[in-house]
């Protein structure tokens, strides 16, 4: 009977420890779940986490790239167009030179066209017409030495052509065409003002003059060859023309002036004798 009782007693002490163990066990397996529950919540914030990060990494790179790649493509455009526009400065340039070369030669090639034709009439003694083309083909794009030769033969064909006309006026005064000596003694001049024969024929033009009653245009002549004319010869001439000028505009006190100043200057001269017999009829009247 106590074996029996003892027995219970083992049983029930073993239920009581079995059920122990069963609460334990429930309630570790609660905590466990309990916790199993707390580590995948953190693990799916984990994982959020972890995805917005690598999203927001994902978006960082590839905005780092796409700038990297704006920068790189901005200064490869930068480059590319200072190269285009350095190529099209480039390209104005030679295409400009181009023109200009191509001027050069059209304006070369012209010019010695002109120059043939210029030369033509140096060879063949056309004077006139030397005269007259030389202001056209001054213009061209002559060579220096064409430049000289060519001013050198306009020179020496307008010096021919003064000469000339200064022995046509000289023929003209002493048959009296006077119109006609004014008109070739002008165009003498005209060509070669500075010749050895300009005194005379400015002498002979203002004695033209004087014949037609154009001694106002005599009188400056006539001054300037009897105070600095390059021919001494003419000198005498020209100061007696001068005052025989002035008594026919009847200007008395600058003729009385005029035949003294030629009576002291040139008082061996062969016009002497007149102008004193002029200078007592002029101060006896006036």
Request: glycine share 4%; charged share 35%; net charge neutral.
């Amino acid at each position: 009977m106590d074996d029996l009782d003892e027995e219970l007693r083992d049983i029930k002490r073993e239920i009581i420890e079995s059920r122990g163990l069963v609460i334990k066990t429930n309630n570790l397996t609660n905590a466990l779940a309990a916790d199993l529950k707390t580590i995948g919540r953190r693990q799916q914030t984990f994982e959020r986490r972890a995805f917005w990060n690598s999203a927001a990494a994902n978006v960082l790179f590839v905005v780092v790239v796409l700038g990297v790649v704006k920068v790189s493509w901005d200064f490869r455009a930068d480059s590319v167009e200072r190269e285009i526009t350095r190529s099209q400065t480039e390209g104005k340039r030679l295409r400009e030179e181009l023109d200009g070369v191509q001027r050069f030669e059209d304006e070369r090639a012209r010019a010695e066209s002109a120059a043939a034709t210029f030369y033509e009439l140096i060879r063949t003694g056309k004077r006139k017409e030397l005269l007259e083309g030389y202001e056209a083909v001054a213009k061209e794009r002559l060579t220096r030495a064409e430049r000289a030769f060519f001013g050198d033969e306009v020179k020496r064909a307008r010096g021919q052509l003064s000469v000339a006309a200064y022995h046509t006026g000289i023929d003209q005064v002493r048959t009296g065409k006077w119109q006609e000596a004014v008109a070739s003694l002008e165009d003498a001049l005209r060509n070669d003002d500075a010749g050895t024969h300009a005194p005379a024929a400015r002498l002979a033009l203002a004695q033209a003059y004087r014949k037609l009653n154009r001694q106002r245009d005599a009188i400056p002549l006539l001054v300037k060859l009897s105070e600095a004319s390059a021919d001494p010869e003419v000198q005498d001439d020209a100061a007696f023309l001068l005052s025989e000028c002035l008594v026919d505009i009847q200007a008395w006190n600058d003729a009385k002036t005029a035949l003294r100043t030629f009576l002291r200057r040139f008082p061996q001269s062969s016009f002497a004798n007149d102008a004193r017999m002029t200078l007592a009829d002029v101060e006896a009247k006036h």
